[in-house]
């Protein structure tokens, strides 16, 4: 039995010591670049470079060279997944959880050069890259744990003369779809769920990240899971599609935009030929989080968690802020000092320890926070900016907005990059009324010091993860279960106590005891 869960210690960076040997760690893996990332179906693997993993501060230097996945290896990982099922899904569930054990064990070891990947392949900067590989231990330490609750299934009420039992049994074939944002610890939630609960999975990465979601397939492989049990198909939105048409796959766990999100819940309810089943639809989507500031908020505690909330890893989290609610007899002095905050943030290159903002993902990342950044300018919105520096990367400047006009696409659809607007509102209500009216529920943060006001808005707020007098981005494994309402998401929460039970169906079986003639 292992030990009580607690999580996995973040790195001590303030030690010189410690960004020594993050320095080394990423000189290491600049020798070893480019990766080469195999598909992987079954025990076959198959080396490619159709598919360029490129880093973002420096787009000429390719980080991984992928294979990409065809229609005929969706087929063939899925088949594998079906002998996968029987093999892994018959083991002990604490079979299963040493392996998810061994494999947290794999990662720990190689923490830091993980880490740097992130650094290379993503543009984390080091704490969002430290944190993003000890987030992916906590998922497989946890999800470990909770398969052995799970196998016991739950008490029933018994009568004499029959005995009644509920167990827990996995779906089958579940296929993983991953965003590049955190490219080890959501592919390993939702990879490693879908295992604790004896499924076997096909694993379809972000397009932009699939060194780092190779990383966690060698450490699964190693840790025990036997390769019918996870499948590791690199390539596009294509692949993904196939994997979620495939008649075969029970379930799909997805991670990604609302757009994606709606194709994948459209194309899973289809029944197809040989189909007997209906799929399951786990999905993750994006957010538009709002932070609601009342006239009794602790600026000193507001303006900090607000800005790295809004610009750390240059606003690219789902949970991350983008819209903030300020009562307006405190407005124009949130406002001031927002900006003096925005205008003090260093964007530079993540490896550059003291970087609060990064170049974003790609160039079409880029070119669509700039439209937004136009946007906010046509209207005159544009309060305060923190430059890029010269030279390649897809920089974004850190954009502070506010006095937006009402139906702004600014103010309502997700940006997903390092513009955060600030808007009046009369009263804490009317900044409900606000967040009310949003198609998206995913994170939301009050300030105030008044515990009635907490109240109404705890009453009040649809969101997934309300965060109070506090960033609210980092949410941490088994403390700030993680997911969203709405047209923000379909799941039971990520890192919670439920999470896995949409990887299992439930088997009820009642017997008559009473029968004559019965050996026992
Ligand atoms: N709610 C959450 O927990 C959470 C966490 C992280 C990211 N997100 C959201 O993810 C988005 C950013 O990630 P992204 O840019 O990688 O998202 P995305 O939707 O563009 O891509 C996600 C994955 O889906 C695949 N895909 C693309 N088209 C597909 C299709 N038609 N069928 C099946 N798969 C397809 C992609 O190849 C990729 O692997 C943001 O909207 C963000 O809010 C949400």
Not at 107 to 115: P, T
Not at 141 to 153: H, P
Not at 419 to 441: F, I, K, N
Not at 455 to 466: A, H, K, M
Request: charged share 20%.
């Amino acid at each position: 039995m292992p030990t009580a869960f607690a999580n996995e210690p973040i790195l001590e960076l303030r030690r010189s010591a410690v960004r020594d040997q993050l320095a080394e760690a990423l000189a290491g893996l600049d020798r070893e670049l480019p990766l080469s990332v195999p598909v992987l179906v079954g025990a076959d693997a198959r080396a490619g470079a159709e598919l360029v993993s490129t880093d973002p501060g420096s787009p000429d230097r390719v980080v991984a060279n992928a294979g990409r996945a065809t229609g005929a290896d969706v087929d063939a990982a899925v088949a594998e997944a079906r002998r996968g099922r029987s093999t892994w899904g018959a083991a002990p569930a604490g079979d299963r959880a040493s392996a998810l054990i061994a494999a947290a064990a794999w990662l720990r070891e190689r923490r830091l050069r993980i880490a740097a990947l992130e650094v290379r392949e993503c543009a984390k900067p080091w704490p969002e890259a430290d944190a993003d590989v000890c987030e992916a231990i906590d998922f497989l330490e946890y999800y470990a744990r909770l398969a052995l609750e799970l196998e016991k299934g739950r008490p029933l009420l018994q009568v004499p003369g029959e005995r009644n039992e509920l167990r827990y049994v996995p779906r089958g074939v579940v296929a993983v779809i991953s965003p590049w944002n955190f490219p080890l610890a959501i592919p390993c939630g939702m990879t490693s769920a879908a295992l604790a609960a004896g499924n076997a999975v096909v694993l379809k990465p972000a397009e932009q990240a699939p060194a780092l979601s190779h990383q966690l397939v060698q450490a699964l492989r190693a840790g025990g899971v036997p390769p019918e049990a996870i499948s590791f198909l690199p390539g596009e939105g294509d692949v993904g599609a196939a994997l979620v048409a495939h008649p075969e796959v029970h379930a799909i766990a997805f991670t990604g935009s609302l757009a994606v999100g709606r194709e994948i819940v459209a194309s899973a309810a289809q029944l197809r030929d040989g189909q007997n089943h209906f799929k399951q639809v786990v999905a993750e989507l994006g957010g538009k989080n709002c932070v609601i500031v009342a006239s009794d908020a602790d600026l000193d505690e507001a303006v900090p968690a607000i800005v790295g909330s809004a610009f750390n890893y240059a606003g690219q989290k789902c949970s991350a802020a983008s819209r903030v609610l300020v009562h307006e007899a405190i407005a124009d002095q949130l406002l001031e000092r927002l900006a003096g905050s925005v205008q003090t943030l260093i964007v530079g290159q993540a490896e550059t320890l003291g970087t609060d903002v990064p170049p974003v993902i790609e160039r079409e990342a880029q070119e669509r926070v700039r439209r937004y950044e136009q946007a906010a300018r046509d209207a005159g919105g544009i309060v305060a900016q923190a430059e890029p520096p010269e030279g390649g990367g897809w920089f974004c400047p850190a954009t502070l907005a506010a006095a937006l006009p009402e139906g702004s696409p600014v103010l309502d659809e997700e940006i997903f990059g390092p513009l955060l607007a600030v808007q009046r509102v009369r009263d804490v209500e009317h900044a409900c009324d606000v967040v009310d009216g949003l198609s998206y529920a995913l994170t939301g943060g009050l300030f105030t010091r008044d515990p009635a006001i907490v109240r109404q808005v705890r009453l009040r707020s649809p969101v997934g993860n309300l965060y109070i007098n506090r960033g609210i981005t980092g949410a941490m494994v088994a403390r700030q279960p993680f997911g969203g309402n709405r047209l923000s998401g379909t799941g039971l929460k990520a890192g919670g106590p439920d999470y896995l039970l949409q990887f299992v169906e439930q088997r009820a079986v009642s017997e008559n005891t009473m029968r004559h003639g019965l050996e026992v």
